[in-house]
Nanobody, 125 residues
Framework: QVQLVESGGRLVQAGESLRLSCAASGRTVSPYVMGWVRQAPGKEREFVAG????????RYSDSVRGRFTITKDNAKKTLYLQMDSMKSDDTAIYYC??????????????????WGQGTQVTVSS
């Protein structure tokens, strides 16, 4: 079992930047894939970005590519999401998620088995 704890969500103005963090703990084996998924009010969960823990290869949704950057700190087992040029459409609960060894990232929420509790990000225009 992997425990994930997000932090960093808050209210920002459109055009501003924000960084989310996710601390992973629980299993001795590092998660194979980690990512961020968001859910806006009244909408389904949407894949945002993912990263292979060992190789560092990344994947982004079209809606955030070029504005958001996913990174990791292997030693701290911490995942980050740097969000720049934020828009009101980015308003959502952001979830940190992890997938076990062997997962091939498809770029959907279904890639992931373990989830954090979520952190609220609100972008005011």
């Amino acid at each position: 079992q992997v425990q994930l704890v997000e932090s960093g969500g808050r209210l920002v103005q459109a055009g501003e930047s924000l960084r989310l963090s996710c601390a992973a703990s629980g299993r001795t084996v590092s998660p194979y894939v980690m990512g961020w998924v968001r859910q806006a009010p009244g909408k389904e969960r949407e894949f945002v970005a993912g990263i292979y823990w060992i190789s560092g290869n990344t994947r982004y949704s079209d809606s955030v590519r070029g504005r958001f950057t996913i990174t990791k700190d292997n030693a701290k087992k911490t995942l980050y999401l740097q969000m720049d040029s934020m828009k009101s459409d980015d308003t959502a609960i952001y979830y940190c998620a992890a997938a076990p060894f062997g997962t091939v990232m498809q770029g959907t929420p279904l890639d992931y088995r373990y989830w954090g509790q979520g952190t609220q990000v609100t972008v005011s225009s």
